[in-house]
């Protein structure tokens, strides 16, 4: 399957958007990509570093929520396919500070449907075969208790402005398919982790503190459940969606890799000790292990049940949890000039000065 498309990739320049990049460059070449990305704290172009400009790539620095710029894309670019990574992603911040959620989250995603409708529906073009990929989270899920799985029928219950704003955007989206026929799909996709991961998420942010021999805060008792996924697999999944996804249809994504979030850090500072050798005075990494006081409202456990994407589309994780954890901190060891521009916010000095 590796027809032409030309495909709006929006947010391509945070973690999973950049990681879809550098995926469909490898193994989808007659896939071309316009990747429309705001460059929040969270875009950085070095991401993208290997992928250039021409037939088959293209960047436009820009807000999913300019209804102008989004409809003038879909016209001079031919948009037959768009998939949506494009939000505020992080859990903590949209306690804090909601109203960036609301706005890219829900007021983004309905510029984008508006923008698709009435380009696909405009009845003055041929676009065959177009699809609205809307990429989410399991978290809108809510919580689970100590047993059960999410499956794509489980009922909306988001707890976090995050995931109530994700699962607005996942109703939006619906309510286009059923409303107006558009071709949309979405994924709900478990805790994702890997390269350019930003060093505000769990992972990244335990490699970067006990690399540096710093604190590691652990939320609570740290007996939090995530189900994660190696990034590659997860986009893996998305390319597999568009080959061979049905409109209207919603897919779970996971990665069958349940872990306390106390199993996470642990693992990590046993690799590091590992790979570096043990802090200065001789003890291990666990040593730093802080626990601090609990995120409000923090979800106890995810868990997704992938089996349809299994049956239907054949898709499966390919990464363990041990072999992805060993891959990702390779990778932060090999790359720390990224984790030092991004941690001293110098990575936002290379592109002011290209899109000043
Ligand atoms: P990220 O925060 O790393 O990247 C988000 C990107 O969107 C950034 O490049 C940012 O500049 C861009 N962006 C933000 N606001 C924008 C706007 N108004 N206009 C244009 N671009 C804008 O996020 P991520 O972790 O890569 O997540 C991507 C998508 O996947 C999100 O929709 C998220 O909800 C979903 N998701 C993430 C995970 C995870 O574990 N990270 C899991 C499941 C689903
Ligand atoms: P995070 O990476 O923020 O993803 P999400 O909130 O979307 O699941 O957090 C993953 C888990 O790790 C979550 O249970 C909160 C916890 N956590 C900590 O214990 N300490 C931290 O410093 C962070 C950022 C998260």
Redesign the pocket.
């Known amino acids: 399957m590796d027809n032409q498309r030309n495909i709006l990739v ?8 950049s990681n879809f990049i550098h995926l469909v460059a490898g193994i989808r070449p007659n896939w071309r990509l316009v990747n ?5 704290y ?2 950085n172009l070095k991401n993208l570093e290997g992928i250039d400009e021409g037939r088959g790539y293209r960047f436009v620095k ?4 300019d209804q102008a710029l989004v409809n003038s894309l879909f016209k001079r670019e031919r948009i037959d396919t768009v998939v949506h ?6 859990v903590d911040r949209s306690i804090v500070d909601p109203d960036a959620f609301i706005r ?1 989250n829900i007021f ?1 995603t309905f510029t984008l449907l508006e923008a698709a409708r009435s380009y696909w529906q405009g009845g003055t073009n041929t676009i065959a075969k177009p699809i609205f990929l809307h ?4 978290e809108v899920f809510g919580s689970l208790g100590e047993s059960g799985y999410f499956t794509e029928t489980t009922p909306y219950d988001p707890r976090s402005p995050y995931s109530a704003s ?1 699962a607005s955007s996942d109703h939006l989206a619906s309510a286009y398919f059923h409303t107006y026929g558009l071709p949309v799909i979405i994924t709900n ?4 982790y890997g390269p350019y ?2 060093p505000e ?1 769990l992972i990244p942010l335990i490699f970067n503190n006990g690399r540096n021999g710093k604190e590691l805060p652990v939320y609570g008792d740290g007996k939090n459940i995530r189900d994660w996924l190696y990034v590659t697999d997860h986009c893996q999944a998305v390319v597999e969606v568009i080959d061979r996804g049905s409109s209207g249809r919603t897919y779970n994504i996971g990665g069958n890799n349940e872990k306390t979030n106390i199993e996470v850090v642990t693992l990590i500072c046993e690799m590091l000790d590992a790979k570096i050798g043990p802090l200065p005075d001789g003890r291990s990494r666990n040593s730093l292990i802080t626990f601090v006081t609990d995120r409000l409202g923090h979800d106890r456990r995810y868990a997704i049940d992938s089996s349809r994407l299994k049956e239907e589309i054949g898709w499966q994780p390919s990464v363990s949890f041990e072999q992805g954890i060993e891959m990702t901190i390779d990778w932060y060891l090999a790359n720390q000039e990224w984790l030092a521009t991004v941690i001293d916010g110098s990575y936002q000095d290379y592109y002011k000065k290209m899109y000043a």
């Open positions: 929006t947010g391509g320049c945070g973690f999973i958007g429309l990305d705001l460059l929040t969270a875009g820009g807000d999913i929520c990574f494009a939000a505020e992603s992080h890219t983004g990429v989410s989270t399991d994700k996709c478990s805790n994702n991961q930003f998420k």
